[in-house]
C-alpha cells in the first residue's frame, strides 16, 4: 500500500514539474523556439558521442581493475583448463570487435553530424561491401560454434567403462544436497520417491529390496572425492528443478525431476593444495577482511574467519533457501578418501540400525 501511495506522489510530482516547465517556456516570449536543430547543437551532439565512448571504454577498464579479483582462478578439473580456453578466445573476440565497432561507430556519428546545407549522399546498396560483412562474422561465428561443439562432447565424456571411474549420485531437494556412494560394487541400488522413509531416515527413497542398494553409501553433509579419478554424477531431484554447479570444477548440470542427469570430470587439485594457491590466499584474505570490517561496525558479532573449500550450489532458482542450498566438497588423497569412506555406514547397517 505505501508502495502505491509512493507512486502516485511520484506522479503527481513529474506532472507538476512537466506543467511548469511549459508554463515558463510560454514565458519566454523572446527565446528561439524553432524545434530545428543548429551546427551547435548538432556540434556539442558529435562531441557528446566521443565522450559517450570514452565513458564506455573507463567503465569497462574499472570494472575489470575493481572486480578482476572475484574471478574463479584456476580450474581444479583436467577438462576446466578447455573450459576456460574456450571462455578466454570468445571473450577476446568480443573485446576486440566491440573495441574497433563502439569507436568507428562514434567517430562516424560526429564526422557526419548535421552541417547546415549539407546533403547526404544517395547510396543504394554495395554486393562486394555486404559479402564481406556477411562473411566475416559467418566464418567467425561457424569457428566459435564448432570449436565449442568438439570441446563439449570431450568434456561431456560418462562412459563408465573408460577410467574407473566413481560413481556418486547427487540428490537434490529443497533446499539441500545429498551424496550416495555406489559402494564396492560401484553400482547404485534402485532408488524411488516413494520409498522415502523418514522414520528409518532413508531420504533418498533407496530400494531396500535391491542387493545392489546394500553396499551404498550417503553422505548428508559433504562430498569426498580422491583426486584424480574420475567421477560420474548421477543427478536425481526430489522435488523441482534445481541445478548442481560446481564453479571451481567448471562444472554445472540440471537436475530434473523425474530423470536422471549426468556429468563427469577428474579433480586435479586437492583442497589443500587450492588452499595454498597464491590467488585463493589472496581472495581468502580480502574476505576475511570483509568480515572482520563488519564485526568491528558491530554489524553482526557472529562471523568465523572463512576458509576455502569446494563447494556444490544450486544454480536454478528453486524457492526461498535457494541461495543457502550448498554442500561442501573435499578433494584428497586417495589414502584419505578410503580412510574416510571406511568410517561411512552403509545402507545395509544404517537399516539394521533403524529396525
Ligand atoms: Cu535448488
Given at each position: 500500500m505505501t508502495a502505491v501511495l509512493i507512486i502516485i506522489v511520484l506522479l503527481l510530482v513529474a506532472i507538476a514539474i512537466w506543467q511548469m516547465t511549459k508554463i515558463f517556456e510560454l514565458s519566454q516570449f523572446n527565446a528561439d523556439d524553432s524545434q530545428i536543430a543548429t551546427d551547435k547543437d548538432n556540434k556539442v551532439n558529435g562531441y557528446l558521442m566521443f565522450a559517450f565512448l570514452v565513458f564506455i571504454y573507463l567503465l569497462t577498464i574499472f570494472c575489470f581493475w575493481e572486480w578482476g579479483g572475484v574471478l574463479l582462478g584456476?580450474?581444479?578439473?583436467?577438462h576446466g583448463e578447455d573450459i576456460d580456453n574456450l571462455m578466454f578466445i570468445s571473450m577476446v573476440l568480443i573485446f576486440t570487435v566491440q573495441i574497433i565497432t563502439q569507436a568507428l561507430l562514434h567517430y562516424f556519428a560526429f564526422k557526419y553530424r548535421g552541417v547546415q546545407g549539407r546533403k547526404a549522399l544517395f547510396y543504394a546498396d554495395n554486393d562486394r561491401l555486404e559479402f564481406i560483412w556477411t562473411i566475416i562474422p559467418v566464418i567467425t561465428l561457424a569457428g566459435l560454434i564448432l570449436y565449442g561443439l568438439f570441446t563439449w562432447t570431450s568434456v561431456m565424456n560418462v562412459d563408465e567403462e573408460e577410467g574407473d571411474p566413481i560413481i556418486i549420485e547427487l540428490y537434490a531437494q529443497q533446499f539441500n544436497w545429498k551424496a550416495r556412494y555406489a559402494g564396492n560394487d560401484n553400482v547404485l541400488g534402485s532408488a524411488n520417491v516413494r520409498l522415502i522413509d523418514i522414520d528409518k531416515n532413508n531420504m533418498l527413497g533407496i530400494d531396500e529390496s535391491d542387493p545392489y542398494a546394500e553396499d551404498d553409501i550417503v553422505s548428508q553433509t559433504e562430498i569426498h572425492l580422491p583426486v584424480g579419478r574420475k567421477v560420474i554424477f548421477k543427478m536425481r531431484s526430489q522435488d523441482v528443478l534445481h541445478s548442481a554447479y560446481m564453479p571451481h570444477f567448471r562444472a554445472q548440470m540440471n537436475v530434473v525431476p523425474g530423470m536422471i542427469t549426468q556429468f563427469a570430470f577428474t579433480p586435479t587439485v586437492t583442497t589443500e593444495e587450492m588452499r595454498l594457491n597464491p590467488d585463493m590466499v589472496e581472495k581468502v584474505q580480502h574476505i576475511n577482511q570483509l568480515r572482520a570490517d563488519r564485526k568491528a561496525n558491530g554489524e553482526t558479532d557472529n562471523i568465523d574467519p572463512w576458509e576455502f573449500d569446494y563447494v556444490v550450489l544450486c544454480n536454478k532458482i528453486c524457492g526461498s533457501s535457494h541461495y543457502n542450498m550448498q554442500m561442501k566438497i573435499i578433494v584428497e588423497t586417495q589414502e584419505e578418501f578410503d580412510a574416510w569412506i571406511k568410517e561411512q555406514q552403509t545402507f545395509k547397517q544404517q537399516m539394521a540400525a533403524a529396525q
Open positions: 584456476i580450474p581444479a578439473s583436467e
